[in-house]
T-cell receptor, first 114, second 114 residues
C-alpha cells in the first residue's frame, strides 16, 4: 500500500461546479497537510496548508482534514477555467515523511469546462 | 515571496552529453532539492542538500550528481545523458527541516535527450 493515494483523473467538471479533490494516506504520524497547484509546464505552487484535523478556508478554496479516516480533501467552489491544473497533496509529520520530510500524492488532473 | 529560479526552462541534449541544470533561491533556505516529474510516476526525489557542500541521495540518484558550493545555488549534473532522463526537472528549497515545513518549487526545466 502506497503511503499517499490520489486519483490521477482527469476530473472534468463544468464551470461553476463545486470540485472535490481527495487524498488518502496510511501513516498516522502525518499531521501537516498541504495542497499544491501545478499549471501545465509550470512548477507546483503552495495553495493551502493545514495542521491536524479540521477545515481551513481561503476564498473559493477549502481544505479539510479527517485524521480519523486518514483522508484529506480540497474543495473548490464556483470553479473557473483558470482552476484547470494538476493538484498535488503533500503531508508530513514528526516521524513520517520522505527524505525531504514531505510525502506527495501523484496529483489529480482537473479540467474545468467553460 | 520565495523565489526559486531555474536557469534553463527548455533544453535539448544529445545522448552522452554532460548536462548542467542550475537552481538559485533567494530566501536563505538551508535545504534544496532536485526532483524529476514524469506522467503517472509523480514527483521523485533525486538528491537533496541540507547545507553547503552536503548532499544526500533521494529515491532515484542513479545517473545524477549534484553540487552545492554556495547556500543559494544547487546544481544537478547528468554526467552522460540518456534518453531515459528525458523529463521535467524541478528544483525546490525550504527551511531547515522540522515537521510542518513546506518547500517551494521553481518553474521547472524540461529536458529532452535525443
Amino acid at each position: 500500500q502506497k503511503e499517499v493515494e490520489q486519483d490521477p483523473g482527469p476530473l472534468s467538471v463544468p464551470e461553476g461546479a463545486i470540485v472535490s479533490l481527495n487524498c488518502t494516506y496510511s501513516n498516522s504520524a502525518f499531521q501537516y497537510f498541504m495542497w499544491y497547484r501545478q499549471y501545465s509546464r509550470k512548477g507546483p505552487e503552495l495553495l493551502m496548508y493545514t495542521y491536524s484535523s479540521g477545515n481551513k478556508e481561503d476564498g473559493r478554496f477549502t481544505a479539510q482534514v479527517d485524521k480519523s479516516s486518514k483522508y484529506i480533501s480540497l474543495f473548490i467552489r464556483d470553479s473557473q477555467p483558470s482552476d484547470s491544473a494538476t493538484y498535488l497533496c503533500a503531508m508530513s509529520g514528526y516521524s513520517g515523511g520522505g527524505a525531504d520530510g514531505l510525502t506527495f500524492g501523484k496529483g489529480t488532473h482537473l479540467i474545468i469546462q467553460p | 515571496d520565495v523565489k526559486v529560479t531555474q536557469s534553463s526552462r527548455y533544453l535539448v541534449k544529445r545522448t552522452g552529453e554532460k548536462v548542467f541544470l542550475e537552481c538559485v533561491q533567494d530566501m536563505d533556505h538551508e535545504n534544496m532539492f532536485w526532483y524529476r516529474q514524469d506522467p503517472g510516476l509523480g514527483l521523485r526525489l533525486i538528491y537533496f542538500s541540507y547545507d553547503v557542500k552536503m548532499k544526500e541521495k533521494g529515491d532515484i540518484p542513479e545517473g545524477y550528481s549534484v553540487s552545492r558550493e554556495k547556500k543559494e545555488r544547487f546544481s544537478l549534473i547528468l554526467e552522460s545523458a540518456s534518453t531515459s532522463q528525458t523529463s521535467m526537472y524541478l528544483c525546490a528549497s525550504g527551511k531547515r527541516w522540522k515537521a510542518g515545513n513546506t518547500i517551494y518549487f521553481g518553474e521547472g526545466s524540461w529536458l529532452t535527450v535525443v
